[in-house]
């Protein structure tokens, strides 16, 4: 006769169920799998769907009006590069040189100030705070075309239609709100001990933000910019209603996305799809070499916030 011992407090199904698992062992899930296969699909349809519409607009830049015509997605037969050259002469040069102009001011004014309200909103409590705050939160939720008519007539009492300096007020503006948004929540998960050290050494508030916590938040300033030259770039609306002529002396201020429709304008009736194709990729260029340069940054600093 076996003799069998039970453990104190041990039923059978305790028993059974231990031995079970002793000795078939848990059966793998397949859920995780599934999961996997279903999202780098995903995955794959929408890398496709970006991915093929460049590759298009790039192949034709180097062709004819005929290949075109005969078939967009094959190869050139002959690599032409003059289509580059004759939207470069109409002018997307100098509209290059505008949204350069524009940005290099607006980008960094926008960093600099959000970040500061940023900082400001996340380490020191004071009455109000939280309206502060909420009152960027709803500006970030704001559609832009709901305010263009009495944006256009504030320009304008300022005198600043069809300026450099009217459009990068305006770009300051409407980039504040995610800035704030953006920075508040990462300048909350720095350590509030480097921040006491430094207070403890004399460090004024200044110097405590420009050599102590700025340097820290580094990875979410990064990607913040990334996301404020993407989006400032690629503005339509706004140049629009903001930079046109006011007068046959005004000169005209277009911007690169507003260059690229007076480009389509300028060809009228005339069939030269490759310099329009051509216009596309030169705007197009800069911003993936921009993001692909600084794609681990972006990474590093949208997920660095949950991670410390």
């Known amino acids: 006769m076996t003799t069998v011992i039970k453990a104190p407090g041990e039923s059978a199904a305790e028993r059974s169920q231990g031995g079970g698992r002793s000795g078939g062992g848990a059966k793998p899930r397949s859920d995780g799998t599934v999961l996997n296969v279903f999202s780098h699909g995903f995955l794959a349809v929408w890398a496709i769907l ?13 062709k004819t009006d005929s290949q075109i015509g005969a078939s967009a997605l094959s190869w050139p037969s002959h690599w032409h590069f003059d289509a580059f050259g004759r939207a470069w002469d109409k002018g997307i040069g100098g509209y290059f040189g505008h949204t350069l102009i524009v940005l290099a001011f607006s980008v960094p004014l ?17 009455p109000g705070n939280r309206i502060i705050y ?3 939160v709803v500006g970030a939720m704001f559609p832009v075309f709901l305010a263009l008519v009495p944006l256009f007539f504030m ?26 948004f953006f920075m508040h929540s990462f300048f909350r998960t720095l350590p509030t001990a480097v921040h006491e050290a430094a207070v403890i ?24 910019g990334i996301f404020n030259v993407l989006g400032q770039w ?26 690229l429709i007076q480009l389509q304008y300028q060809m009228g009736y005339e069939t030269d799809l490759p310099v329009l194709f051509a216009g596309v990729t030169i705007a197009m260029i800069p911003m993936l070499v921009v993001y692909l340069s600084f794609q681990r940054q972006i990474q590093a600093g949208l997920t660095s916030a949950t991670l410390k």
Do not use: C, H
């Not at 926008?110 to 004071?126: C, D, N």
């Not at 004024?204 to 300033?221: C, E, H, N, W, Y």
């Not at 503005?235 to 260059?259: A, F, H, K, N, W």
């Open 50 to 62: 970006i991915v093929l519409p460049l590759v298009w607009l790039a192949l034709g830049s180097f």
């Open 110 to 126: 926008t960093m600099l100030l959000g970040s500061m309200a940023a900082y400001v909103l996340a380490r020191y409590p004071f």
């Open 134 to 136: 909420y009152f960027f």
């Open 155 to 180: 320009v304008k009492r300022l005198d600043m239609l069809n300026t450099y300096q009217g459009l990068v007020l305006v770009y300051v503006a409407y980039s504040m709100p995610f800035t704030v």
């Open 201 to 224: 050494d004399g460090a004024s508030d200044t110097r405590i933000f420009f050599q102590v916590m700025l340097p820290m938040a580094k990875p979410g300033l990064i990607s913040v």
């Open 234 to 259: 690629n503005q339509y609306i706004l140049p629009s209603v903001l930079m046109q002529p006011q007068s046959g002396s005004d000169p005209e201020r277009y911007m690169l996305t507003q260059g």
